[in-house]
């Protein structure tokens, strides 16, 4: 994956003595072709130092080898090292990293690419498609990167941006590919386009009943007074109804800045006093709003928020059951707070869970406008509890009743309760 740089072979240098030795040896041998007279001393001299000289010699060459054989192990392992390395480096990354062949041999992949994929020991195998087609449209266009998004995963159900681009020519070919999951973020862009579409829908339907109505008043030469007041009471409650969308809307904003938790309360002492407030509304219909709450169930966060998130609950939960009851019970854990909310109402559809906290869902839209909804409540529910580190979900069988359920960190109980 990256170019080692050799290391310099550092140069041995012969001994003093021997370069001395050879050099006595040469100049006897030259002092006996101009000195006959001295030949004896010159054959006696040259028979001293040539096996010394060649031991030394041999001595020098075999340790020259074992140098050069050190110096190429040291390669080896420094290669070795920077791969393990460059694995480690690669595996710790968010993206995925795929190195293929120009057949689609999968040379180099880290464990992000695997788990895109949906596959392990990617290496040796070949690209399948959709990223075969990605790394051929790199080969036929080498100068810039290709971008793509396709679907991954072993339920093709991960969004992935690929881009690949093509590095070195003729056989030394590679083609890499970067994967990167934008999954949730092609998720919350589309939220966002359905928020504003929502939002706008939302407010235009109130604002064209008004300007209807309003205009049907000012035209009106009789003097109606009861098409007058008729007119005015529907005209005052979509007004009513815009208030109500713009105060949720400011809740909701002021629930996903995710506001830090500033005071620690007790959590039943909350629900019973928003019971309070709804027994009114239960006894309207005839329902019985029953309460199991253990006491002790300190929470840390903000009140009035909380005071929204039960509020919304109950208030769901007598809306949408025509007989019955509606229980709200309250227990804790060691380490958590559970709040529930039951009731024996209509239900909800099982194709719907899986989006009843989006902003503006609503699973019937007619009921829903007709008991006062906005559609944002239960989306206030989530946020709140999630800015509070908690977590919400809902549960229920049509014809028996739904139940929502969310879960706080408890804390300890301070010891005084008049202090935040």
């Not at 941006?161 to 003729?170: H, I, K, N, P, Y």
């Not at 929204?308 to 809306?319: G, H, K, M, T």
Request: proline share 4%; charged share 25%.
């Amino acid at each position: 994956m990256g170019n080692i740089r050799e290391p310099e072979i550092p140069r041995r240098r012969e001994p003093k003595w021997l370069i001395l030795a050879l050099s006595l040896f040469s100049v006897a041998a030259i002092a006996g072709l101009a000195w006959p007279e001295l030949s004896t001393w010159v054959l006696f001299l040259a028979a001293i130092l040539a096996p010394v000289a060649a031991v030394v010699l041999s001595r020098v060459l075999r340790a020259r080898a074992n140098l050069q054989a050190l110096s190429r192990e040291e390669l080896r392992q420094r290669a070795i090292t920077s791969q393990e390395q460059f694995d480690v480096l690669a595996s710790g990354l968010e993206s995925g990293i795929i190195e293929s062949a120009p057949d689609g041999t999968i040379v180099f992949t880290n464990q992000r690419a695997e788990r895109l994929v949906g596959e392990v020991g990617l290496i040796g195998s070949a690209l399948q498609s959709p990223l075969l087609e990605c790394l051929q449209q790199s080969l036929a266009n080498e100068e810039t990167a290709v971008m793509n998004e396709v679907f991954l995963g072993p339920q093709k159900d991960r969004m992935v941006l690929v881009r690949s681009w093509a590095v070195g020519d003729g056989d030394s070919v590679r083609v890499f590919l970067s994967l990167q999951d934008v999954t949730e973020l092609r998720h919350l862009e589309t939220v966002r386009r359905d928020f504003v579409a929502n939002v706008s829908h939302e407010l235009r339907t109130p604002m064209t009943t008004i300007r209807a109505m309003s205009e049907t008043l000012l035209e009106d030469e009789t003097n109606d007074a009861e098409l007058k007041d008729r007119y005015l009471g529907r005209v005052i409650s979509e007004i009513d109804r815009l208030t109500r969308i713009t105060e949720d809307l400011l809740v909701l904003s002021v629930a996903e800045s995710q506001t830090k938790p500033h005071s620690v309360f007790d959590l039943s002492e909350l629900v019973q006093s928003v019971m309070r407030q709804l027994q009114g509304k239960a006894e309207q219909k005839s329902l019985l709003l029953v309460e199991e709450l253990d006491s002790g169930c300190f929470v840390a966060g903000n009140e009035s928020q909380l005071v929204q998130v039960v509020v919304n609950l109950i208030d769901n939960a007598i809306n949408y059951t025509s007989e019955g009851e509606v229980r709200v019970t309250l227990m804790p854990t060691d380490k958590e707070c559970i709040l529930t909310v039951a009731d024996s109402g209509i239900g909800i559809p099982a194709e719907h869970l899986g989006r009843i906290f989006e902003r503006f869902y609503r699973v019937d839209k007619g009921r829903s406008r007709s008991t006062g909804g906005t559609g944002l409540g239960l989306s206030i529910v989530r946020n709140i509890v999630e800015s509070h580190r908690g977590r919400v979900s809902v549960s229920s069988v049509m014809g028996e009743g739904s139940t929502f359920a969310v879960t706080l960190p408890r804390v300890e109980e301070p010891l005084d309760l008049n202090v935040p």
